[in-house]
């Protein structure tokens, strides 16, 4: 069974910084895209970040040059760091995984974490 646990959110200000981590179980790691997503109520989960088993990135473009996506295939965890954080980046934080982009992009999966909460406030 896959399994996902985010963790390293937190209350920041804006201007601050955090990176979240994304432990996985129960998929070949280094054969996934991994992908960072958040939500906030009443809203769809958007994909902020991807990254490949070879590490290409991609980013949305409201992230764009403040957000790093990294993976570690050897500890199966995906991280991301981000700078400079808004007050419009507050929203709950999950990471997925799939065989292609486009099923990032998508994002209908069965299974998700717990996801891990930012919120970014003065």
């Known amino acids: 069974q896959v399994q996902f646990v985010e963790s390293g959110g937190d209350l920041v200000h804006p201007g601050g910084s955090l990176r979240l981590s994304c432990a996985t179980r129960?998929?070949?790691?280094?054969?996934?895209?991994m992908g960072w997503y958040r939500q906030t109520p009443g809203n769809p989960r958007e994909l902020v970040a991807l990254?490949?088993?070879?590490?290409?990135?991609e980013y949305g473009d409201s992230v764009k040059g403040r957000f790093a996506i990294s993976r570690d295939n050897a500890k199966e965890a995906v991280y991301l760091q981000m700078n400079n954080l808004k007050p419009e980046d507050t929203a709950v934080y999950y990471c997925n995984a799939a065989i292609t982009r486009n099923i990032l992009r998508i994002g209908n999966f069965d299974s998700w974490g717990l996801g891990t909460q930012v919120t970014v406030s003065p």
């Open positions: 990254i490949t088993g070879r590490g290409s990135t």
């Open positions: 129960g998929i070949i790691f280094s054969a996934y895209i």
